[in-house]
């Protein structure tokens, strides 16, 4: 007798690979990361009960910028931390905002002032909110900016605009890149955030960090 739950898993396996990223080999500020892997573009989860919480490691920005939560249902946006705060200080998300179990989610960065050296840069571009996650075309989440306009042709990622790693089962750390001009150096580490009770949605892949679209 067939299994008919085998069709189902079959299924489940084929959209999971979907989320397949790219492996990000940092090469600037490389003490700023703590996980082994970073993977443009990953996505995340929460798989259990336990709380989630987030807190500023750090950031390389010179400007100010704001992290939001998007809730996966609604698309209600709540705002979590600004890059310019005190590193370590946990906010707890689940106290201010549904965290559906089994869903992906979704966190979004937004530059939100800068300084009076960079206005010559288009403040639309820069200002544009990038979110985590593949920024796949057919999502409501997606940055129309994209580096593949980037000056330097190793540093092509397309529509992902952020890196994330696993510390450890349910913790992890991700980052943002800010700069969405030519010009930009895509390190990622412009702000990194960590963040406890979530999973890392991806399969890892042999190395590859040129451009690739989703």
Request: net charge neutral; proline share 6%; charged share 20%.
């Amino acid at each position: 007798m067939k299994n008919p739950i085998l069709p189902v898993l079959l299924l489940g396996c084929a959209a999971f690979c979907s989320a397949q990223t790219d492996i990000y080999v940092p090469y600037r500020n490389k003490n700023m990361w703590t996980a082994d892997t970073l993977y443009l573009g990953a996505g995340f989860a929460r798989m259990s009960n336990k709380p989630v919480t987030i807190w500023l490691v750090g950031n390389e920005a010179g400007w100010e910028g704001q992290l939001f939560y998007v809730d996966p249902v609604t698309g209600a946006e709540t705002f979590l931390l600004t890059n310019m705060g005190t590193p370590g200080i946990p906010v707890e998300l689940t106290a201010l905002a549904n965290v559906p179990i089994g869903q992906n989610l979704t966190f979004m960065y937004k530059v939100v002032s800068k300084k009076s050296s960079d206005m010559s840069i288009d403040k639309g571009k820069i200002r544009t909110p990038k979110y985590t996650g593949p920024n796949r075309r057919n999502s409501h989440y997606f940055s129309q900016a994209t580096s593949d306009v980037n000056n330097n042709p190793s540093l092509r990622f397309g529509h992902r605009w952020s890196v994330a790693g696993r510390l450890a089962a349910t913790r992890l750390e991700f980052g943002f890149e800010d700069n969405t001009e030519p010009a930009s150096d895509m390190d990622f580490d412009d702000i990194i955030f960590g963040v406890d009770g979530l999973t890392l949605v991806n399969f890892e892949r042999t190395a590859k960090v040129r451009s690739y679209v989703w």
